[in-house]
């Protein structure tokens, strides 16, 4: 099993693997960079199929955060926690506080919220072990509406862009998983007049987003082929593969999740096709600038008014991919690693 020379190791600062014999905690902790302040992100519980699979969701979720913090202008760099377990079997509040004690013994190196798996209450269990935890019932709570107040946003910006149209009113947009994040996403786009095309591997949050927005359901495999304007991936991460991207009948690609392309070169590839692509970790921030704002002087509005740059951000990435002739990912990457690498590393054009 390589660490240092695996491809998604990526010059990671710090990687620490945990265990607790008492409560069976297996629990791996990424900190890809801490330039731009002490690493933040999500801790994501999930019945991974082996060690090395987890390793790399861990490496990768890492990185992308050192990314989406750098984008959105946050002081803090990229980190990630993993469980390995089924959440709806395996966790417990002692297995949380346990991770609370290991994310102490990193003296602040690391701060988490929710992710895949974990909850507000389960940040609760963790707090009560540790004092770097965001997102807890008595600070600011679920990110999750915020992460899809900040997609809303950027597929309006992207449909503008490129269909030049200024309203989602008629439009097919084709949303896969509607749990946190899909969900509330999936009202906003319905408010605007938007047809929804939607999928989900849970049949109970499809019957639910049908009955509620009128919405046409497709079965999981079947997203990729629909007829849309917008294809939103709200799920997990790699599904815009060598398998899935022949499939693609979409104009725009915009979603909240994670580590969306299987390889970046994943992303030229789009791009050939005449697909625009809006890089996830610039779309997806809205939970992370959320949690990044808690603390005394934390406000709703502050937040919102935060969340409100994310378009303006992504407009100016798909301009200089358009100018450079590039795809829009690698275009958000130079942005991204100008921001936090060091001074003496790069030069500074953006």
Not at 9 to 27: G, R, S, V
Not at 102 to 120: P, Q
Not at 235 to 254: E, S
Request: aromatic content about 8%.
């Amino acid at each position: 099993m390589s660490i240092f020379t695996a491809i998604d190791f990526d010059d990671h600062e710090q990687i620490t693997f945990f265990y607790d014999k008492k409560t069976k905690l297996k629990a791996i902790i990424a900190i890809h960079n801490t330039y731009r302040g002490p690493a933040l992100g999500g801790c994501r519980m999930w019945p991974y199929a082996d060690e090395q699979q987890a390793i790399t969701d861990a490496l990768r979720l890492s990185r992308g955060m050192t990314y989406k913090a750098a984008m959105a202008n946050l002081p803090f760099g990229g980190g990630k926690a993993i469980i390995i377990g089924d959440s709806h079997k395996d966790k417990s509040p002692a297995l949380l506080r346990a991770l609370g004690k290991s994310i102490e013994d990193l003296h602040g190196r690391y701060i988490t919220a929710e992710d895949v798996g974990t909850s507000v209450e389960d940040m609760d269990s963790i707090g009560e072990t540790t004092s770097y935890v965001a997102g807890r019932s008595t600070g600011s709570g679920n990110p999750a509406p915020f992460t899809a107040i900040g997609l809303y946003k950027s597929i309006q910006a992207a449909v503008e862009y490129r269909l030049k149209k200024s309203s989602l009113k008629g439009l097919k947009i084709a949303v896969q998983g509607l749990g946190n994040v899909g969900y509330p996403l999936c009202k906003l786009l319905r408010e605007e007049g938007a047809d929804l095309i939607v999928t989900d591997i849970d049949p109970t949050l499809v019957k639910r987003v049908v009955k509620e927005f009128n919405a046409h359901a497709v079965p999981p495999d079947a997203i990729y082929g629909v007829d849309a304007d917008v294809f939103s991936p709200c799920a997990l991460g790699a599904i815009l593969n060598d398998h899935t991207i022949p499939q693609l009948r979409c104009t725009i690609i915009a979603g909240s999740a994670n580590n969306q392309l299987d390889s970046s070169r994943h992303g030229q590839i789009l791009a050939d096709k005449k697909i625009l692509y809006a890089p996830d970790y610039i779309i997806n921030a809205g939970g992370l600038i959320n949690v990044s704002y808690e603390g005394p002087f934390y406000s709703v509005e502050r937040v919102k008014q935060h969340i409100e740059t994310i378009p303006k951000t992504l407009l100016q990435v798909f301009q200089i991919a358009e100018s450079r002739h590039i795809s829009t990912n690698e275009a958000a990457d130079l942005i991204a690693e100008e921001r936090f690498r060091e001074d003496d590393e790069i030069n500074h054009v953006f």
